[in-house]
T-cell receptor
Framework: SQQGEEDPQALSIQEGENATMNCSYKTSINNLQWYRQNSGRGLVHLILIRSNEREKHSGRLRVTLDTSKKSSSLLITASRAADTASYFCATDTSGTYKYIFGTGTRLKVLA | EAQVTQNPRYLITVTGKKLTVTCSQNMNHEYMSWYRQDPGLGLRQIYYSMNVEVTDKGDVPEGYKVSRKEKRNFPLILESPSPNQTSLYFC???????????????FGSGTRLTVV
């Protein structure tokens, strides 16, 4: 079963704009992670936010977590063409040792 | 260089012919996992291992086997592959199963398997 669901499924923006994608999940979590995947290649870890954290920054990335709504958002500021990729959230569900990934958001940044 | 190495990158095989996809990591990670990625379904966990000789089923374990005899290796075995196992497979590892660090998973480059 899918724990995380990203929204939107696809997003197309101009270079320099901000990109926001959202992730909703169903059960309690220990942490939530965001990954990037370039066309059929391995996923690259971007950022991890723990269940007791509300916001985290890493370079041009800003992640928020709302455990009451079971949702997270990833904001990429000042996007670049190189940010074109699919973005996935992954949750480490409390009480299990499974990491579950969502279906991803395909981001296209137009130069 | 810290990495997860999967082999082969591409594989075409016939139904019923046993195959093994190898996965090796050089980071001394305890936790390793296999995922398959299919269009519209995202990544689904097949099996995971928390340490040597400790493995457990993920969400889609049917038709697959794994073993963890050494910390660095976590092979995926398809005893009798079928066409519905055609997919893109990823191996991943991390230091702790519950990510006590901020590092998350390190993924391999993937194995594209076609079963005809």
């Amino acid at each position: 079963s899918q724990q995380g669901e990203e929204d939107p499924q696809a997003l197309s923006i101009q270079e320099g704009e901000n990109a926001t994608m959202n992730c909703s999940y169903k059960t309690s979590i220990n942490n939530l992670q965001w990954y990037r995947q370039n066309s059929g290649r391995g996923l690259v870890h971007l950022i991890l936010i723990r269940s007791n954290e509300r916001e985290k920054h890493s370079g041009r990335l800003r992640v928020t977590l709302d455990t009451s709504k079971k949702s997270s958002s990833l904001l990429i500021t000042a996007s670049r063409a190189a940010d074109t990729a699919s973005y996935f959230c992954a949750t480490d569900t409390s009480g299990t040792y499974k990491y579950i990934f969502g279906t991803g958001t395909r981001l296209k940044v137009l130069a | 260089e810290a990495q997860v190495t999967q082999n082969p990158r591409y594989l075409i095989t016939v139904t019923g012919k046993k195959l093994t996809v190898t996965c090796s990591q050089n980071m001394n990670h305890e936790y390793m996992s296999w995922y398959r990625q299919d269009p519209g379904l995202g990544l689904r966990q097949i099996y995971y291992s928390m340490n040597v000789e400790v493995t457990d089923k993920g969400d889609v374990p049917e038709g697959y086997k794994v073993s963890r005899k050494e910390k660095r290796n976590f092979p995926l075995i398809l005893e009798s592959p079928s066409p519905n196992q055609t997919s893109l497979y990823f191996c991943a590892s991390s230091l702790f199963s519950k990510a006590a660090t901020d590092d998350g998973y390190t993924f391999g480059s993937g194995t594209r398997l076609t079963v005809v």
